[in-house]
């Protein structure tokens, strides 16, 4: 039976955060299990169990993410903003709520968050889990870098390593400019005058960006 709120215990949000990192941290928080989190949000497939947040993620309904969004004592546009796995087109179809946590491929990696940010939003001793595009990210922060196979709360410090920093952040610009296929131009790289790492596309690839836009 759906219980409303819990315990006024606020888990401050990570942008980028899987639902199934940020519900387990809601779990510990409370001192209840996710297993019990999830039958608050809605019926779940038969036998279904909760997973390591590591290992798959958890996909909610709209009306689940209601009730989500009452028992945390935040507003839905809130979690969407935070969780980008509580945005369309990620959220379960139909009216009731409900949930299901499919252990089966995704388009997305589970990588884990660079620990010194989520101590910030107060997860200093359990792994956070973020959705991304590829296996490893870097945080732009704290200039460290996270893997897929990573184990526990530490990442790697490459503060040492500023042509592999440099590299990240134009690669960054790149796909805010041209989206996905700014990752892949055939023309990458082209390097800066010091030989410090890539800077930019050399503008021969002929790649159509957004907008319309073309790379030649």
Sequence with gaps: MYGGRLAARRVLLLAGESNAS???RVAAVQGVSVDFLLGELGAGPPGQQALAPHLAEVFLSRAAVDRLAVMVQMNWPRLRRALPHLREPHLLPGQQARWDWPWQPLPHYLVPACPLCAARR???????WLVRPDVWTICRRHDRFSHVRQVGTQAVDVRRLPETV??????????RQWGRQGRSCPQMPSRSSDGGGVVACSGRCGRTGRGGRTCS
């Excluded at 107060?122 to 956070?128: F, H, K, L, P």
């Excluded at 440099?166 to 796909?175: C, K, N, T």
């Design 22 to 24: 940020y519900l387990s």
């Design 122 to 128: 107060g997860a200093s001793e359990t792994a956070v």
């Design 166 to 175: 440099r590299a990240h952040r134009v690669r960054l610009r790149l796909e």
